[in-house]
């Protein structure tokens, strides 16, 4: 039997829309940092000028930040 695993993914003009009033405190940096609320705004304008749709995700090979995401990984049932 053939399973597939999808990451989930994060809407960026959704999370900013929801988070208008609110600090977005829950990003990190590449080093496990967490980002000011500030810096975290700088780094999504960023991806949105980028034209990304949706937050890359590091560990999905094949992730698509332009809107499909996910391509989904197959997992090996034993």
């Known amino acids: 039997m053939k399973t597939v695993k ?7 003009e959704g999370l ?6 609110k600090k977005i ?8 940092v967490v980002l000011s609320d500030a810096e975290a705004r700088k780094e999504l304008a ?6 990304y749709k949706l937050i ?5 090979e ?6 499909n995401g996910c391509p989904g ?5 034993l």
């Open 6 to 12: 999808h990451h989930i993914s994060c809407n960026i």
């Open 16 to 21: 900013l829309r929801n988070y208008k009033n």
């Open 25 to 32: 405190d829950f990003l990190e940096d590449e080093n496990g």
């Open 46 to 51: 960023g991806f949105q000028n980028k034209g």
């Open 56 to 60: 890359p995700g590091d560990d999905c």
């Open 62 to 67: 094949g992730f698509d930040p332009f809107g």
């Open 73 to 77: 990984h197959e997992i090996i049932n």
